[in-house]
């Protein structure tokens, strides 16, 4: 597995009328920020994601419930479980992600680091596998 892939504790401050936890990029977030989305209202039994990326990165942070995200870097798969609104995980690019077992009103915090573009993204798992070779092929 790519040790870039990783879970990063966010800071936060303890306080008696409710705790509070900041994403800052270029500090927690080792990117800067280009996008922000979430995800919720997630029917039982379904999965979202499924894909990789070329270039984008992203940080998932769980605000509310739980969800499982599983990683692959096309050689080992790892599965987070993300409960925490502390806690995000880092996907640097080229990671397959699947997303599943939300609990009821569970909402994703996903921080990417490049605006939606439709042709960064590898949605077969066959065309991942073969891109994960080429790079390899490719890096020094």
């Known amino acids: 597995m790519k040790d870039e892939v990783r879970i990063i504790q966010l800071p936060k401050f303890l306080d008696r009328r409710g705790n509070l936890s900041v994403i800052e990029e270029m500090q927690a977030v080792p990117f800067s920020i280009a996008r922000t989305y979430w ?4 029917p039982g039994g379904e999965r979202r ?5 070329r270039n984008n990165r992203e ?22 479980r993300l409960s925490r609104s502390y806690y995000g995980l880092y996907i640097p690019a080229g990671v397959w992600r699947e997303m599943d077992d939300f609990s009821t009103n569970s909402v994703a915090l996903i921080l990417a680091s ?5 042709a ?6 066959k065309q991942f596998k073969a891109y994960v070779r080429e790079q390899a092929r490719t890096r020094p």
């Open 39 to 42: 995800i919720y209202d997630v």
């Open 49 to 53: 994601g499924g894909h990789a990326y």
């Open 59 to 80: 940080l998932i942070v769980a605000l509310s419930g739980s969800f499982d995200v599983t990683v692959d870097d096309g050689t080992a798969k790892r599965r987070f």
């Open 114 to 118: 490049d605006n939606y573009d439709r």
């Open 120 to 125: 960064d993204y590898i949605e077969n798992y």
